[in-house]
């Protein structure tokens, strides 16, 4: 289980700090595919808590009425179970 902080954004409020990104593109799939491939080494990372690293942030999705995702940055600040 993942303890998190939660700051989210609008579009009106962020301006040009937000972009759509479509399901089929290459890069934010492999992006994705690395992120699932590796979330445990940043669990061990994230216990391990070496002195040059900090700030542990994972990207979440949650549902939009119009049945899309709007993933959001969500700080890790406690983490039990490898989750």
Same mark, same amino acid.
């Given at each position: 289980?993942?303890?998190?902080?939660?700051?989210?954004?609008?579009?009106?409020?962020?301006?040009?700090?937000?972009?759509?990104?479509?399901?089929?593109?290459?890069?934010?799939? %492999?992006a994705? *595919?690395?992120?699932?491939? $590796?979330? #445990?080494? @940043? /669990? !061990? %990372?994230?216990? *391990?808590?070496?002195?040059? $690293?900090? #700030?542990? @942030? /994972? !990207?979440?999705?949650?549902?939009?009425?119009?049945?899309?995702?709007?993933?959001?940055?969500?700080?890790?600040?406690?983490?039990?179970?490898?989750?």
């Amino acid at each position: 289980m993942l303890l998190v902080s939660i700051s989210g954004c609008s579009r009106s409020k962020e301006g040009n700090n937000y972009r759509h990104v479509s399901d089929d593109d290459a890069a934010m799939n %492999a992006a994705i *595919a690395k992120a699932k491939a $590796t979330s #445990d080494d @940043f /669990v !061990k %990372a994230f216990h *391990a808590r070496k002195p040059d $690293t900090k #700030d542990f @942030f /994972v !990207k979440k999705p949650y549902p939009t009425p119009s049945g899309e995702a709007e993933h959001m940055w969500i700080e890790v600040t406690q983490e039990k179970m490898g989750f």
